[in-house]
């Protein structure tokens, strides 16, 4: 075989039409070897003769693309000083672009013995672990334009690849579960009929199936055990030998088409080879000390804030390299408009404390590709400090876990939230406005995967994670949720009916809450998991999208869907900027762009705000004072609206403002009915909002409204 010097950059596995470069990071390594693997499972071992900056590499002319590879890496085996370099262990490539295969609990995995952790084990690993695959990087993507929304103008709808396919009737049996199944017209008219304009994929990265989780007959569904992050999941597609690829990206064209942006969920903080006693697929082997957070006093054991077992060194250069170049890669090879980081304080760790101001963050801001796509945090890990909803730097957006205690206590009827419900669907000024962002940088959500889905937030009151087999250890206990007066599944039909309101309520607040509203997958069908709060390992129908509805899911959908045509048509309920007068929720003596409203049309005193008891407000939303010019320029100008919230579980009459707040109010909203009343009311009428409900009344000024990105121009 003819073998040239290559080149140290791009790291990873390079097709140029004539052939393959390929060039792997070790500081650590006396010696590596390429090892191409054939259809039979034998394999070419072929020495890495350069090296330049710890970085090993050779081209072989000739390779095609589909050819089967993996590292052996000769170094030395210290774990006490954090070395664990294993040749017997075919490693894979951790810019591999596709891999192939996944992994089973074989002792040939492991570098220890499992009888006695103390003796080394040599088993070679060849046919029992993954391997990396050469792809061909050339896709025909023509006229493909990222659709660019602005956030105000952006509602996320976050899914799982197979989740959200596999039941659907529509999408042919042989791609549902994959990128294919997403790209189906089935699932892409859903989504627009929905109103979504991007859809955040839970992690699509390759990843791997724990093997305690194998040993019990289950699986890692969600998805957060990468190993792979430049590799798309071979698990959501059919084809073979790095057809994934092709597959992901015609997904992300027909999406794009549809002016549907993507966000990839994505796992930086940690990867699936575990702690001391993990398996060594990639990372451990290749150079453990360098990629990993090891205990400064115990180099063979793993500093971990993910509890996963063990977290990536954020300070090193080459793991700082790895995540942008991975991050790079999928934004202009993989066309994705963005990306959600998960447990992203992690990332922030450059040493023990988390630092907004950590290397991470600088080089995400200095980035021309990655500083302009979307950003989102999650903005806690289980480290000490962990937990910094409000205090990522200005550039990023948040998942706001304050948003969704808050919503989810006020309409559960919990006692002094009413000031703090407020301060939540007015974007949170208390924890952004002080870093200069807007009320963009909050991502408003009641639920995600993580938790119960929106039908089980109101259907029980504690979880039922029997199925994971852990014995109730797992998912969260203390849920902030309300049961509605029966525990689960339920005959009676006011329960069911107040069940139903519930969640509409809910619905209702995300949807015309400032801020960035995410929806999970299924909660506007009315998903269910049974009351599991917990679904990671559970790949089955309980954690699938059930798409055959009753007549109260369909219900649902259509009122989802009209929600969201009532945020778009409507710029008051996407302001780029804070309201001015949010801050204090205090009465206001002129019209302003917002003022709080007792029942009685009495403007919200301090003594109103702090009754421990209060469950009531009206809001007026001003129209006639949003901020202008928007991006684009143009002065707008919105009706005006009055929102009555009502989380008491007795009916109350609100008495309409005067005639300065407006004259002719027309409900648009009425969550404790199924058809809204057509009728009118003047200022100064009594209106009946029933128990935990909510009503949306519109003014018909003759104005022309603004919806989201649209090209025509406003008037003042």
């Known amino acids: 075989m003819e073998i040239w010097p290559g080149t140290a950059y791009p790291l990873g596995a390079t097709y140029d039409g004539s052939g393959v470069n390929f060039a792997l990071f070790s500081e650590v390594a006396e010696r590596v070897e390429l090892c191409l693997v054939d259809d039979d499972g ?33 170094g030395p085996y210290d774990p006490e000083h954090g070395h664990r370099c294993d040749p017997s262990k075919l490693l ?24 006695n952790p103390k003796k080394r084990n040599t088993d070679d690993s060849l046919g ?28 996320i709808y976050e899914a799982h690849v197979k989740g959200l396919t596999m039941t659907h009737p529509e999408v042919p049996e042989e791609i549902r579960g994959t990128y294919a199944g997403i790209a189906h017209p089935a699932i892409i008219d859903h989504l627009t009929s929905l109103g979504i304009t991007a859809i955040e994929l839970m992690p699509v990265h390759q990843f791997v199936d724990d093997t ?9 569904y969600w998805g957060y055990n990468t190993i792979g992050f430049l590799a798309p999941h071979n698990g959501f597609s059919r084809g073979r030998r790095g057809e994934q690829v092709t597959e992901f990206k015609a997904m992300v064209k027909a999406l794009h088409e549809a002016h549907i942006e993507v966000i990839l969920d994505v796992v930086y903080n940690h990867t699936a080879e575990g702690n001391e006693f993990g398996p060594t697929l990639c990372f451990k082997g290749i150079d453990n000390a360098a990629y990993y957070r090891l205990v400064d006093e115990d180099k063979a054991h793993y500093y971990d804030t993910t509890g996963t077992g063990n977290s990536l060194l954020m300070r090193h250069p080459h793991v700082l390299q790895l995540i942008m170049d991975s991050l790079r890669y999928w934004v202009t090879e993989m066309h994705v408009d963005g990306f959600r980081f998960d447990l992203a304080a992690t990332l922030a760790r450059q040493f023990h404390e988390v630092d907004k101001l950590s290397a991470f963050f600088d080089l995400i801001q200095q980035d021309p590709v990655i500083s302009q796509v979307k950003l989102i945090a999650e903005p806690w890990d289980v480290g000490d400090g962990g937990y910094q909803v409000g205090n990522f730097p200005p550039l990023w957006t948040e998942w706001n876990g304050k948003y969704r205690d808050t919503v989810r206590d006020f309409w559960r ?15 949170s000024s208390d924890l952004y406005e002080h870093s200069g962002r807007k009320p963009i940088a909050s991502i408003n959500f009641v639920t995600a995967h993580d938790g119960f889905t929106l039908r089980d937030l109101v259907s029980y009151n504690d979880k039922h994670n029997e199925a994971n087999g852990e014995d109730g250890r797992d998912g969260e206990s203390h849920n902030r949720s309300w049961n509605c007066g029966v525990e689960g599944p339920t005959d009676d039909p006011e329960v069911r009916a107040l069940r139903l309101r519930q969640q509409r309520n809910y619905l209702t607040t995300l949807l015309l809450s400032q801020g960035v509203p995410m929806i999970a997958h299924g909660d506007e069908l009315g998903r269910t998991q049974q009351g599991n709060n917990n679904v990671y390992c559970q790949d089955n129908e309980l954690s699938w999208v059930d798409w055959d509805l009753d007549d109260d899911e369909k219900q649902l959908l259509a009122f989802t869907s009209a929600l969201t045509s009532l945020r778009r048509t409507h710029a008051v309920f996407r302001r ?45 939303l001003n129209g006639g004072a949003i901020p202008t010019p928007d991006s684009r320029g143009r002065r707008v100008e919105d009706d005006d609206f009055l929102v009555l919230f009502n989380a008491d579980h007795e009916d109350h009459t609100f008495r309409l403002p005067g005639r300065e707040f407006g004259e002719k109010w027309v409900a648009e909203i009425d969550t404790a009915v199924e058809v809204v009343d057509p009728g009118w009311h003047a200022s100064g009428d009594e209106i009946l909002v029933r128990a935990r409900s909510v009503v949306v009344l519109r003014d018909q000024r003759e104005v022309p409204t603004v919806p989201a990105g649209a090209s025509t121009t406003t008037r003042a």
């Open 42 to 74: 034998g394999e070419t071992k072929v020495d890495l003769p350069e090296v330049d900056g710890f970085v090993w590499h050779a081209y072989i002319p000739g390779l095609q693309p589909g050819q089967r590879y993996g590292f052996r890496v000769h």
């Open 128 to 155: 029992k672990t993954m391997l990396s695959v050469v792809i061909n990087p050339y896709f025909d993507w023509g006229h493909d334009r990222p659709p660019r929304h602005e956030y105000h103008d952006t509602v």
């Open 92 to 115: 894979l490539d951790p810019y591999a672009k596709a891999i192939e295969g996944q992994v089973t609990n074989d002792q040939a995995l492991f570098s220890y013995d499992f009888k």
């Open 212 to 220: 305690s989780l194998q040993d019990r007959g289950l699986t890692n």
């Open 413 to 427: 009827g919990e006692p002094r939230t009413l000031a703090e419900f407020a301060s939540r669907i007015t974007g």
């Open 576 to 620: 780029r900027r804070f309201f001015a007068g949010s801050a204090d929720h205090g009465g206001q003596s002129d019209m302003g762009d917002i003022a709080w409203l007792q029942p009685s049309g009495e403007p919200m005193g301090e003594d109103a705000w702090s009754d421990g008891d209060a469950k009531r407000v009206m809001v007026f």
